[in-house]
């Protein structure tokens, strides 16, 4: 898939607007507050799968360890914040405990948390994470004019979105304080599961606090004067593409089409570098923001086009049973598939619906050999499962079905307990 971030060489400077955020990698887990969650229990597959990564180079002297307080938590990620590179920041004044102020918004941060002892609380530890309304910063994948960054906008009106070049780097924009939440895409009606994120869901300790479900319209987009037969080239995010796929052809396209990061990151690039024979698809904000004429609009192959994102959090939220709620969780075990069965029996003894159903590879254990001297070698894959159910962890059919099913699994981790997206359905439309 091409990149379309500045560090590929392409001049953006016609093309005012802020630059995603793009983290140095580094790796933080933060503990799970769920009773389920059996990542710290011995032998389990979380382990395995999400192993607590050996401290960036900058807190190796920290002996206080991470995430055992949120004191603890706070002062590690001013740490790792310093870390951070964003075209924005390069140009403020570099390091320093102000510049980590700033990132952080917490003014009474130590940033030289050498000794043992655990830091006393202060006010700032006992705020309550802000809900909605203008302070809330939410990171999302691309860059304005993303479907993603709509999603944010419905999750948490009035939010400061944040754009980031990848998934992992809203992760981490959430694990560092440099963002409150992150709102990722995870399925499409037409396009399917963005597997990605189901990886990363797994790999990092954030928490799942909420859906949105936001319809997707779908345009065409090319610089001004140009006409659907100079086309040679398609461009857009792969979903958008897998979601266009029958209404291009529709159109007489005999064009290429390309993957590359996000919609609207399709529609910029297009617009600089002054490409007239390559259209992108992307939102009709994007055409806005961008300087785009809307060749087509409503291209997506299916009116009813909604991709699905969900909302997280460094902290889980207390789930309740007076509105309707969805759990998330993934589990694993090492027979193999034959659990599948009995985790399932477990929901639906107790009339608890299943949502949504998702299998990824094991990544730590791929594939089980199962040796019949006779016959030969059966090589088995493993997977991870991810089920998403209509219940809430407060309710006890769902605290009871999922300590049935940590009797099947070697692994199960609760992902989020949140609230369901019940806004009125209203088919897809080009604002
Ligand atoms: O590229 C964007 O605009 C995105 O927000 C990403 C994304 C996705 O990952 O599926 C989100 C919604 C649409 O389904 C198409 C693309």
């Known amino acids: 898939m091409h990149s379309l971030t500045p560090s590929s060489g392409i001049s953006l400077k016609s093309v005012r607007r802020p630059a995603p955020f793009r983290l140095v990698p580094t790796r933080l887990v933060t ?56 075209q924005q920041q390069d140009t403020k004044t570099a390091g320093g ?27 700032t530890d006992l705020s309550p994470a802000p809900m909605h309304g203008s302070d809330l910063r939410v990171a999302y994948q691309g860059v304005p004019g993303a479907y993603s960054e709509a999603a944010a906008g419905k999750a948490y009106p009035n939010c400061e979105a944040i754009p980031c070049d990848q998934f992992e780097v809203a992760f981490q924009a959430v694990e560092l304080w440099i963002a409150d939440r992150a709102v990722l895409p995870v399925e499409n009606s037409l396009g399917g599961s963005i597997h990605r994120n189901y990886d990363l869901l797994l790999r990092h300790r954030l928490h799942i606090v909420g859906e949105v479900q936001l319809p997707v319209h779908h345009c065409l987009l090319a610089l001004p004067g140009v006409r659907k037969e100079y086309l040679t080239r398609v461009i857009s995010h792969p979903q958008a593409l897998a979601q266009c796929e029958l209404t291009l052809t529709k159109l007489g396209l005999n064009v290429a089409r390309e993957a590359v990061d996000d919609t609207a990151g399709a529609a910029e690039f297009v617009a600089a570098n002054n490409l007239r024979d390559t259209a992108a698809i992307a939102s009709v904000r994007a055409a806005d923001l961008y300087g785009m004429q809307i060749l087509a609009d409503g291209i ?100 009871n079905a999922l300590a049935e099913v940590q009797e099947f699994t070697s692994f199960l981790r609760v992902l989020g307990s949140y609230p369901m997206d019940m806004t009125p359905w209203c088919p897809s439309r080009g604002d």
């Not at 180079?57 to 706070?74: E, I, K, M």
């Not at 009474?108 to 006393?120: A, E, G, Q």
């Open 31 to 86: 503990q799970c507050a769920y009773r389920f969650d059996s990542a710290n229990a011995p032998n389990a597959a979380a382990n395995a799968s999400a192993p607590a990564p050996a401290p960036p180079p900058s807190l190796t002297n920290y002996s206080g360890g991470v995430g055992r307080s949120r004191a603890d938590w706070q002062s590690s990620c001013a740490i790792l914040a310093s870390k951070v590179v964003s």
């Open 300 to 399: 997506q192959d299916d009116s009813s086009n909604v991709t699905r994102f969900v909302m997280l959090a460094r902290e889980p939220i207390i789930p309740r049973t007076d509105r309707p709620f969805k759990t998330s969780i993934v589990f694993a075990h090492d027979k193999g598939t034959s659990v599948l069965f009995k985790v399932l029996s477990a929901f639906a003894f107790r009339n608890i619906s299943l949502t949504k159903i998702e299998s990824r590879p094991h990544r730590n254990c791929p594939i089980r050999l199962v040796d019949d001297a006779n016959v030969g070698t059966a090589k088995h894959f493993e997977y991870m499962f991810y089920v998403d159910f209509e219940a809430s962890m407060a309710e006890v059919r769902a605290q």
């Open 97 to 123: 405990a102000d510049n980590l102020t700033a990132v952080n918004g917490h003014k009474t941060l130590d940033l030289v948390p050498i000794d043992n002892l655990p830091r006393p609380l202060t006010i």
